[in-house]
């Protein structure tokens, strides 16, 4: 089995010891997923749990958000802070009334012209709303390749690296890219994490290229005791 193959495996396989559950991976309808996204944004997952279902609750529709006052959509997502997203998903739900019939398309090229839609969210859309095995990329994502297969971008900003990407698509197990995605974000929020990752009960370490750095150089500077552990 190759490396990146095993990478897959494995993540899937131990996806369920850590898997985190919220109200969005619950719902399958688009519109939700999208709104969640765009919440989920440079944001604490807590907090948007607690927003989102009250959200979803109060504005079921493209319709019901698009008429929804800006002043009071504010209030309702104030606890998220970037107080220009209530203008971003109101301007969205006008969007999607008006191009797309109040759905969210399955098209990756229309999803782009969302207002601060970017590759991140409509691929997020496109693989937990519509099921399309697409790759998701984010800082936390790429530090998890770059600790396990020492992969470095050359771009000053390598979430915008075409080659992270590919590399990223190439890894999306074939009909099983929610799960994938998923637990690839849950595995780097809970045990590759970006401070003290968890190395030692970690089921990835035994091909992992930081793992075997840090034995080596614990080891070294160790010498004369026999202890090894995670610098
Ligand atoms: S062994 Fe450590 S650095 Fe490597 S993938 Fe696992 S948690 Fe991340």
Redesign the pocket.
């Known amino acids: 089995m190759t490396k990146e193959k095993l990478f897959a495996t494995k993540l899937c396989l131990h996806y369920k010891n850590y898997r985190r559950n919220f109200p969005w991976r619950k719902t399958k309808n688009p519109f939700y997923i999208l709104i969640s996204e765009i919440m989920l944004q440079k944001t604490d997952a807590r907090k948007v749990s607690e927003v989102f279902p009250h959200f979803i609750a109060k504005y079921s529709s493209p319709h019901a958000l698009s008429i929804a006052r800006l002043s009071i959509l504010r209030k309702d997502i104030f606890l998220l802070g970037i107080h220009d997203r209530a203008n971003r998903l109101k301007k969205i739900s006008k969007i999607l009334i008006a191009k797309f019939n109040g759905h969210v398309p399955k098209e990756k090229d229309k999803l782009l012209t969302l207002k601060g839609v970017g590759d991140y969210i409509t691929n997020a859309v496109l693989c937990f709303a519509f099921n399309k095995d697409v790759p998701i990329v984010d800082a936390n994502v790429i530090r998890?390749f770059e600790?396990?297969f020492s992969l470095k971008s050359k771009k000053l900003r390598p979430r915008t690296d075409k080659l992270i990407w590919q590399f990223a698509g190439d890894l999306v197990p074939k009909g099983n890219g929610k799960e994938y995605n998923r637990a690839i974000l849950d595995f780097a929020a809970l045990?590759?994490t970006a401070i003290n990752?968890?190395?030692l009960r970690?089921h990835?370490?035994k091909k992992?290229d930081?793992?075997a750095t840090s034995l080596i150089i614990s080891s070294t500077k160790a010498s004369g005791s026999k202890k090894l552990s995670i610098t």
């Open positions: 998890v600790r396990f045990i590759c990752p968890s190395c970690c990835l370490s992992c930081y793992f």
